[in-house]
């Protein structure tokens, strides 16, 4: 480990042991090494279904069918996959009370497979089904993945509702959809307490995640972030850990103690 990451991680590790409020902002990276690749890298999901084609809510509702190929396609990568070191990290985290909650944009559920109690899914999870016309929801089993779109039950019972969207997909927001209520009632309760910001494997393309380290900052606030590779939140942050999270992760929390 060169000097610098070694100096960086101390003064990183510092700032979580003397803070009140430390909060991990996680995206897509944290996961890759749970072999679920991310959207935005060479090799990420968006470079095999254009997200304006496959991933918005007008596309699943004018060509549902279509758009369940690229959910099939999430689901056979999410299938058994199992938390790594930087999951596994942030709920030593918790467990040593450095960290107070974890904001992640990731839907596969793996920060409360390893742990982490306080858990705010910014873009939903795959734990059920959800129908954009009614918002009728069924708990889902994802190793029981439909071969093609559901229909909503309660097509029939509320006709006025189902104009345009017939069929159920899995709880998580597609670009043109709005994130639930209460998910960003608990966004803005957060966003004001935050002491230091732990933004881990997002390119943070995408809001309002995007925007939090910007305010975490204008409040007063710290922002570290670990990545491959420089972003937007890396001219802001206070400390940048270049590297794998699944490799920085651990040696922060190691030096947290
Ligand atoms: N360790 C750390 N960072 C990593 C690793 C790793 N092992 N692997 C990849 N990264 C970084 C990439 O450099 C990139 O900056 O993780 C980031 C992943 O960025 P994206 O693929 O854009 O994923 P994310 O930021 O989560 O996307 C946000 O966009 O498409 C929507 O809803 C989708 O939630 C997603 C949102």
Redesign the pocket.
């Given at each position: 480990m060169n000097n610098n990451l070694s100096n960086d991680l101390s003064q990183a590790a510092a700032l979580l042991k003397q803070s009140d409020c430390n909060v991990a902002l996680?995206?897509?990276?944290?996961s890759?090494?749970s072999g679920i690749p991310?959207?935005?890298?060479s090799d990420?999901l968006?470079t095999i279904f254009d997200?304006m084609e496959y991933?918005t809510l007008a596309a699943f509702l004018h060509q549902p069918e279509k758009v369940w190929q690229m959910f099939q396609a999430v689901h056979n990568t999410l299938l058994g996959c199992k938390p790594n070191s930087?999951h596994l990290a942030l709920a030593q985290l918790e467990v040593a009370k450095r960290l107070q909650a974890v904001i992640t944009?990731?839907?596969d559920g793996l920060h409360q497979l390893a742990g982490n109690g306080t858990v705010l899914e910014?873009?939903g999870n795959t734990q059920s089904l959800a129908c954009p016309g009614c918002g009728y929801r069924q708990p889902f089993d994802l190793s029981q993945f439909p071969p093609a779109p559901v229909p909503c039950p309660q097509l029939a019972v509320l006709p006025q509702d189902h104009q345009q969207a017939q069929y159920l997909k899995p709880d998580?927001?597609l670009?043109g959809e709005d994130l639930q209520p209460e998910i960003i009632r608990q966004f803005w309760y957060w966003q004001n307490k935050i002491d230091v910001l732990l933004v881990?494997?997002?390119?943070?393309?995408?809001y309002p995640?995007a925007s939090l380290p910007r305010i975490v900052k204008e409040l007063g606030g710290k922002v570290i972030e670990?990545?491959?590779?420089p972003?937007a939140v890396s001219a802001l942050a206070d400390y940048t850990l270049r590297?794998?999270?699944?490799i920085?992760l651990p040696q922060l929390v190691e030096k947290v103690g």
């Open positions: 996680t995206g897509a990276g944290i890759v090494a991310d959207f935005r890298s990420g968006w997200p991933a930087a944009q990731n839907i910014l873009h998580v927001i670009f881990v494997g997002t390119s943070a393309d995408v995640a670990i990545n491959v590779q972003t590297g794998r999270a699944e920085i």
